[in-house]
C-alpha cells in the first residue's frame, strides 16, 4: 500500500484575473476551489491510475470537511487525524502575465495529533511505500518528516520525501526510494548555476553517491532528466497548453512512484510520470486518468549519458 502524509492540507483558491492591480479592486474572471498539499495531490493522482493509497495527514474545520469529502468523492480512502483549527486556504493568483502564490501558515497541532499519526504508521507493513511532502504546519519541528523515517524503516517499507535544501540533504542516507528536485533546487543543493546538461546529471549523480534510489530532475516546460548511475535519461513534453501547473511536480512524483511500486521499472515509471506531470500542466485541476492516457503515447525518452 502507498501512504501519503500530508501535514499541512490545503484549499487550493485558484483564481484567474486578466490583469492583477495590487492596490485596487480586483474581479475574477473564473475561480476554483481544490483539495491541496502535496501529499493529498499524490494521493488524486494514484486514484487517477487507479492504485490505492491512504491519505494521512491533520485537517480541522470547515475546510478540512471540504478536503475530506472531495477525497471521498474520488474513492480514496481518507485517515486524517482532526485538529481544533480550521485547515488552510492557499491563493493561487493567475492573471495572463504570470503566477502567484500565497500559502497559509496552517494550524496547531496538539501532541495527540502527532501521537495518533505515530500510531498509524505503527500498522505499516514490508514493502509498503510512505510519501512525506509539503510544507509543516509552525508548530511542528523542522524534523518532523525526518523523524518518522525510522517508524516506517522499522516495518521495511520505503519511504519518498519531497521536500528542499538541507532537510533534503539529510534524508539521503536513509535512501529514499526517489527523490525530486527541480533543476533550480538541484542548482541551490550546491550553491551553483548550471551552465550545461551534462552539470544537472553530475549534481543528480551526487545525490545518488549520498544514498537517494532514484533521482529525477524536473525542468517545467522542459522535461525532466532521470539519472541513474550509469545512465541518464531525458525526456520531453508532448505539445499542449498549459493552464495551471500548480501540482504538476506533485502528479511526476506520484507517476514515478505509482508505477515504479507495481512494475519495479524505472524507466517505464519515468514514462507514466512526465505524462502525468504534464496532463496537470495542460488541465484547470489535477491531471485526469483520460488526460493522462491521452498524453503517454506522446511522451519521447532519449539516453542523453
Ligand atoms: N509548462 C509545462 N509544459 C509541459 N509540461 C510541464 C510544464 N510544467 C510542468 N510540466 C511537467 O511537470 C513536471 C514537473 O513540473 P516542475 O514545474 O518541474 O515541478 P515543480 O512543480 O516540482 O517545480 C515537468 O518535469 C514536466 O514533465
Ligand atoms: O505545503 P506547501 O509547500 O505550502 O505547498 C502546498 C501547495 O503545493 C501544492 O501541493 C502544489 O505543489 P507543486 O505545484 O509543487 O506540485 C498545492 O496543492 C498546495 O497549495
Known amino acids: 500500500m502507498i501512504y501519503t502524509i500530508t501535514a ?12 492583477l492591480n495590487t492596490g485596487n479592486v480586483n474581479r475574477v474572471q473564473s475561480d476554483v476551489k481544490l483539495p491541496g498539499g502535496k501529499g493529498i495531490n499524490v494521493s488524486r493522482i494514484l486514484a487517477e491510475l487507479a492504485l490505492p493509497s491512504v491519505a494521512l ?30 485547515t488552510r486556504i492557499n491563493v493561487k ?34 514493502g509498503d511505500i510512505v510519501f512525506m511532502s509539503g510544507s509543516l504546519p509552525p508548530n511542528l519541528p523542522a524534523s518532523f518528516y525526518k523523524d518518522l523515517i525510522p ?64 533521482v529525477l530532475v524536473s525542468m517545467a516546460g522542459d522535461g525532466a532528466l532521470l539519472i541513474t548511475p550509469d545512465h541518464a535519461y531525458l525526456g520531453g513534453t508532448p505539445k499542449g497548453t498549459v493552464i495551471n501547473s500548480v ?15 507495481q512494475h519495479h521499472d524505472a524507466l517505464a515509471a ?10 496537470t500542466a495542460f488541465s484547470e485541476d489535477l491531471a485526469t486518468s483520460a488526460k493522462i492516457n ?12
Not at 99 to 113: C, D, F, K, L, V
Open 8 to 19: 499541512n492540507p490545503s484549499i487550493d483558491y485558484v483564481i484567474q484575473l486578466e490583469k
Open 294 to 305: 491521452e498524453l503517454l503515447p506522446q511522451i519521447e525518452i532519449t539516453q542523453v549519458d
Open 270 to 279: 519515468f514514462k507514466t510520470s512526465l505524462a502525468c506531470g504534464s496532463a
Open 57 to 86: 495527514g491533520f485537517v480541522g474545520g470547515f475546510t478540512g470537511q471540504f478536503i475530506q469529502s472531495k477525497l471521498n468523492n474520488a474513492s480514496i480512502d481518507c485517515r486524517f487525524t482532526e485538529v481544533e483549527e480550521d
Open 151 to 214: 517508524l516506517i524503516q522499522a516495518h521495511n517499507a520505503e519511504f519518498v520525501i519531497d521536500t528542499t535544501g538541507q532537510a533534503l540533504l539529510d534524508t539521503l542516507a536513509e535512501k529514499p526510494l526517489v527523490i525530486k528536485p527541480n533543476h533550480h533546487e538541484l542548482a541551490e543543493l550546491f550553491d551553483t548555476h548550471f551552465a550545461n546538461q551534462s552539470e544537472i546529471i553530475a549534481a543528480g549523480r551526487k545525490l545518488l553517491d549520498q544514498g537517494a534510489q532514484h
Open 93 to 126: 493568483l493567475k492573471d495572463n502575465a504570470e503566477e502567484t502564490e500565497i500559502n497559509g501558515q496552517g494550524p496547531h497541532i496538539s501532541a495527540e495529533a502527532v501521537a495518533n499519526l505515530k500510531q498509524q504508521l505503527a500498522k505499516l507493513e514490508a
Open 247 to 261: 501540482g504538476a511536480g506533485d502528479s511526476m512524483i506520484a507517476g514515478f512512484v505509482g508505477t515504479f511500486a
